[in-house]
């Protein structure tokens, strides 16, 4: 048992020395030598380094460090000698038992008693041992509070670094008071006091210059508005006292309207009405005013003017006009421009659990459209205006002021002295009098910022998916209403004789194609009879149809004709079919294209010629010229149209005209082919021979006054 209890001692003894050795390697001392062998890259500059251990406390702890090492040492020996020692004595004593079998030695009592000595000697030991590990703890810890502390320092001196630099940035970056304020020039201030540069020391004493004349100056307009204030306070209350004044005499005034109401009636006077009027224009918004009074004064100036009128009337409801103020406009537009309900909604959805995203879906959908209809809702006060022609019919215009989008809109509801054409219905809407009266005013983008912006931050589109709820807003309105109205470099109409002029050129010249169309529909040509001498007496064809084609491109020859291009959506397309009075076998067919903008733009005309048999024979030759044919009808009526303009002095019955030449070209094309069988030759006209060369042009153009057909 004793020898067992030797052999755990010492082994355990062995175990705790061998944990506890390496750490006189790693004091506290070498951690502050490596430290300054190999520095840390968060120290700058010298001065960090030094202050991190002194030169004095460096060699006092080497020394410590020496004698402490050189104590472990001689331990670490004499730990080494006495178990070798108690070794060799166990191994003695185990002979000396298996010599002596069992028998009582007094050697081993001797041995015993040396191992005694040797085990205390090995406590003392342990116990010396344990006692140095204890230091080295303590001064491992006593080091790491020190490099603590000194690490905290060198953070402190880390944020005292960076804050001085950001003392020194804004030092740098700070701006004078003579940097913020607008100065006279150098030049300027020089000649103001008469003097130069050289009259002043430096530039410090130039710059106080500057500034004392900059402070004289606004001290001195400071009085002048003190001045200007107390003068606009003695107005005020000049104003004030002239209202009373006035408010006095209204009484006074009402009385007299009402003794003097019989001899007004017997004058037939509208002062009382007119009067009336302006009570309530009074309350309209500052664009529809401007509308009012605008189509007001050219009532009365154009009062006597005959053939056509002009009337001006407010509706809507005056009393809920009376409670909407420009203050109360703009607060409103305001609210739409910061976005509050889109930031709340989205605050609202993320609060929002996942068994009611539906139902709060639903719930923005309805929010969203009630969004929608307050952007658009208008003002509770209109203007209309009505525009009559004499003879033709007129157009009822209705003005609404959209209060949040800051636009004005229009809304048209024509009238026709005869019935309306089905074919033709959208040149006769509201949309096709109004649209273009000016160059690509479509009425669909009223070109304002304000209106955009709302438009956008409410994800609500362009103003055009709103045209049929909200009306449509042409920039001549916006221009006339005060609101600007520039747009793509186009000179907008400053004057509204010129929009009242351009109002009735549309009515007449819609009317005028009312009734060609309905003429031609009834396969009759409408010509004047001024306008029949510039064409033959006689023509070898008529027009067997003219009706209305919904899809330019079915018609398989036009989606062929390099003039496709030239076809617009907006564009009216008709079709009429010309056939020989003498045979069935020919036909012209030509598609008409008819612009929202006729007569300042003339119809479109694309023909094909159908022939059973084929008009011309005789190989690739004779179909050259045939196309060459059909190619110069197209250029007589799409680009020498002007002579017919001229000849008629104007340009409302262009198209019945432009289809009579169109017959007449089509008798040339025939007559002029000497291959047609079965067509009798051409006795009652007279026609120069066709060109020859690539083109093989023929005489196309008629002259009335030798009555034959020439070429160009």
Known sequence: KILFCLRNFVFGWRKCAEDYRPVPSFTYVDLV?????????DDEGPSAKKAFVSPSEDSDMTEVLDAKRNEMNSLHTGFQKRTSALKELMQSVLKTKEFANGKGDLSVEDMRRQGVVLISALKQINRSAQEQVKERREAVQDGKR?????????????????????????????????????????????????????????????????????MEQRIGLVSQRSTELCEKDRVIAQIQELKEHLAGLRPGLDTLLKSTAPVQNALQSTFAEHRQVMETARHLPEPLYLLFAQFQSFTETQRDSTGFSVTVAIGGDCEAGKKLCRATIERQRAKYLRRDSDSDREAGEEEESQQHRKSKRRRTVTNEEQRHNMVLQPHPMTVSVTVTEKGCGGVEMTFRYLAILNIVTVQAKPSWVTAQVSSCSSLMTASGVLNSLVEDDSGSDPQSAIASQIMKEQNMGTFERHVSEAGMAYRWIQRLAGLGGQGYGVELPKQLE???????????????????????????????GDASAFFPARLSNKLVAFTRVRDPQSLSWICLSSKKQLIRPSDL???????????????????????????????????????VPPLTSGGSENALSQFTALRGIEKELNVHYAELIDASHDDIDILGLLIRRLQMCFDVLVETDGNRPGEPAATEKRFLLPKGGRDHARAFRYNATHQVFTLR
């Open 33 to 41: 030598m490596k430290r300054r062998n190999h520095p840390s890259t």
């Open 146 to 214: 020190r490099v603590d502390s000194l690490q905290l320092a060198l953070q402190n001196l880390h944020y005292q670094v960076l804050h001085l630099k950001h003392e020194a940035a804004k030092c740098l970056d700070f701006q004078a008071v003579d940097e913020t304020v607008s100065l006279l020039s150098e030049e300027k201030f020089l000649a103001k006091v008469g003097k130069s540069r050289s009259d002043f020391e430096d530039d410090h004493e130039l710059m106080l210059g500057r500034l004392n004349d900059e």
């Open 498 to 528: 010129d929009i009242i002029l351009s109002v009735r050129k549309r009515i007449d010249s819609r009317f005028a194609l009312l009734q060609q169309l309905t003429a031609l529909e009834q396969c009759e040509v409408p010509i004047r």
């Open 573 to 611: 397309c008709y079709l009429a079919q010309l056939q020989r009075k003498t045979s069935d076998r020919t036909h012209l067919q030509a598609a008409v294209l008819i612009s929202q903008d006729y007569p300042r733009v003339t119809p479109l005309f694309i023909v094909n010629l159908v022939s």
